[in-house]
């Protein structure tokens, strides 16, 4: 791995109410590619992706020990509202805020982080953020309806383009396509792999299923019971898993 880490964690431990949930993670995880973290039910990936922005805060009972430095910042010192400003998230159920607009669900997040000083700007960068989720198509005549008008893949697709328009460096999304369909889960994947291509955003995306770590991952991260067990380049992990639960993992027989 020749890049210079954009999230880079050391000695990492969490509990959650007592339990160990994450063991002694060190994990590099590369600027401009998608890094998946791949594992079973329970096995601490949303806790993974809730300590690097913070948002472990907000778990009752949750004690973080290590080193999180994220593009050099370390996160666990951080101020986690300025942490979070500069990290976009996207969540396994679609959440777009029902009382405000299509156009202000994108928006406000700009608003949010000043990334538009006009509103010929603010327009610009919500068209940008929806078109680099692959929804510009489906709502540029309808941008004053409510998100409850949109179907829940194409909310989900709204929620990308909201975490976009912060224009971060850093995106995470935890089971993004879980609950929607497979023609969506497409459209989400291939923007994925555009901002990656085409922008060099640093993507970390969490999922439990192995062939989709295959279609959208530059790494993955196997973790098993709160340990990470096999880390490197997804084709070589295709070709030549080396941990016995990766293995199991890739023929469907634990998952
Ligand atoms: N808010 C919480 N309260 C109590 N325990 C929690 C909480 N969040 C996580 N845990 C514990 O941490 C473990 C890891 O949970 P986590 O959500 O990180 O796993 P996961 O791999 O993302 O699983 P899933 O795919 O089901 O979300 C769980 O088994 C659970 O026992």
Known sequence: MTRQPAVSIRGLNVWIRGKHVLKNIDLDIPEAAVTVILGPSGSGKSTLLRTINR???????????????????????ADPYELRSRIGMVFQTPNPFPHMSIYENVAVAAKINRVAKTREELDQIVKWALEAARLWDEVK?????????LSGGQQQRLCLARALAMRPKLLLLDEPTANIDAHNTVMIENALRSLVEELGLTIILVTH???????VADYIAVIYNGQLVEYGPAD??????KHEFTVKLFKGEVG
């Open 236 to 241: 070589e992990i295709a070709v030549n898993p």
């Open 141 to 149: 005549d309808r941008l004053h309806d409510p998100p409850t008008a």
């Open 209 to 215: 299923m192995p062939h989709q770590a295959l279609r």
């Open 55 to 77: 948002l472990i805060d907000f778990v009752p009972g949750a004690k973080v020990e290590g080193k999180v430095l994220v593009f050099g910042v370390d996160a666990l010192k």
